[in-house]
């Protein structure tokens, strides 16, 4: 149960709105399109880790105030929005809580426990329509087929690596002009290039299906990135940080270390079952057109 000094707490600290916990307007409850939205954001918690969805809370983390809720009846529709728009049944504590600043409705969503959960369609009660989100840093955003078809296999996804790079896949990012693909938002710099040195018959390819242009940029990205490194790491330097009367100094050192020279022919080719290998693309040569750069290993 929550108590009025953890919602306070909660509020009043802006890292506490993260993956877990939400807030929403108490008007959320009153029209199809809000009940809609509302179970959206329950489907896209239970796929994740669970959380607070807490309604009573404006945009600007103020309080609606009081007596905003027909508390039984409000519940009464959380609970109908639960039972019949969302599939695998779902059990989630709705908990009414009166605080000095205003009145607030708390569902606890719990983690999934197996098979991810969907907004769901319904036509003389049988489910004519499985809609699956789930919720990220940036956002709520639906699953693609190859994300769908790892949550029902998997529990979550684990990252067992002692270091890792993690990037985010926008599908309402930026496209690269005039091909329509859509690419990720980092080391974009790499991606026009690449792309404009693919033949045409290639690109369509690419383009027919979602999954295709995800796992093209899957696989392109481990390249591109040797190449934006390379550009970072130019040189290898460490840094120096000096304190004098106070304040703080830093500056680079130049060092020279033992390292060995990597050419692009002498790059991993990509694996028989990639996507790349089934298109016949020859992605060392289209380095080599992009001048794509030596590279040095420590």
Known sequence: MTD??????????????NLKIEFKNSNILNTNEGKK???????????????????????????????VFDVDT?????????????????????????????????INIPKRKDIPHAVVKKSDGKIINREYYIRT??????????????????????????????????????????????????????????????????????????????????????YLLLSSFSDYFIYSWLIKIQRHNGQRRSSAISINVPKKRILIKELPDPSNNSLLSSLSIDIKKIFEKMSFPHFFVL
């Open 4 to 17: 009025c000094e953890e919602l306070r707490n909660i509020v009043n600290n802006p890292d506490e709105e």
């Open 37 to 67: 939205k509302l179970a959206i954001e329950i489907v896209a918690f239970v796929n994740k880790y669970g959380g607070r969805l807490i309604l009573g809370i404006n945009d600007d983390r103020t309080f609606e105030g009081k007596n």
């Open 74 to 106: 409000d519940k009464g529709k959380i609970t109908g929005i639960i039972r019949d728009r969302i599939s695998p049944i779902l059990n989630c504590e709705v908990e009414f809580l009166p605080c000095t600043e205003g009145d607030v409705i708390i």
């Open 137 to 222: 840093s940036h956002g709520i955003r639906d699953v693609s087929d190859k994300e769908l078809q790892y949550l029902f296999k998997e529990e979550s996804i684990n990252f067992s690596y002692p270091f890792k790079i993690v990037i985010n896949y926008l599908r309402d990012s930026l496209t690269i002009p005039p091909l329509g693909i859509e690419r990720p938002i980092c080391v974009q710099g790499y991606y026009l290039p690449l792309i404009e040195k693919l033949p045409k018959e290639i690109i369509k390819s690419i383009k027919k299906e979602f999954d295709n242009k995800f796992r093209f940029f899957m696989e392109i990205t481990p």
